[in-house]
């Protein structure tokens, strides 16, 4: 499962709005797997009430065991495509990358012709954007295990085009 959260918004608000659904659900700077089921549903309810991330967020799934690497550049590349204009500048931020890797992340999608400032690692505690990503990720896995409560939610961000998936056809 690979999520994308691509949003042209002022950062400051965006990330102060998701700062803030966290500190109401209770769920602080934690990732899915740390957040109790109850505060990680209403986190991302939450995010779809108060349309923070809205269109922002991209997912693709893909089977194992295909190297991560691949699906990621494929989601970011789909993604950064649907949400900018003409002239743009991607500053891509991405969960618990080491340089090197970031530097192969920037050469993979420059060559794939995305306009791109830079690749950052980042960790998750460190920002609520990556904590979003984090947290539909999990909803989505979640979902296509079965489990209804995340089914209905990923339905509703569907079905409202707060989420889209980047592929025709998930597995």
């Known amino acids: 499962m690979v999520v994308a959260v691509v949003s042209a918004d002022d950062q400051e608000r965006f990330r102060e709005a998701l700062t803030e659904i966290e500190r109401v ?8 797997h740390k ?11 939450l995010a779809l009430e108060r349309d923070i991330g809205l269109e922002d967020v991209f997912f693709g799934s893909y089977p194992k065991p295909l190297p991560y690497f691949f699906p990621f550049i494929e989601v970011l590349e789909r993604a950064i495509a649907l949400k900018s204009g003409p ?3 991607a500053r891509v931020f991405v969960d618990g990358t ?22 950052k690692g980042r960790r998750d505690e460190s920002d609520p954007a990556i904590r979003l990503a984090d947290m539909w990720a999990g909803c ?8 209804q409560q ?7 961000a569907l079905d ?12």
């Open 87 to 89: 002239s743009y500048t």
């Open 150 to 156: 995340e089914e209905s939610l990923l339905r509703r």
């Open 25 to 32: 659900a209770g769920t602080g700077n934690r990732k899915w």
């Open 140 to 147: 989505i896995r979640a979902a296509t295990l079965g489990r």
């Open 160 to 171: 409202t085009g707060y989420i889209r998936r980047t592929q025709e056809k998930t597995p």
């Open 98 to 119: 080491d340089r090197k890797k970031a530097a192969e992340l920037t050469n993979a999608l420059r060559l794939r012709g995305v306009s791109l400032e830079m690749v």
């Open 35 to 45: 957040s109790r089921p109850e505060r990680r549903l209403r986190y991302l309810e």
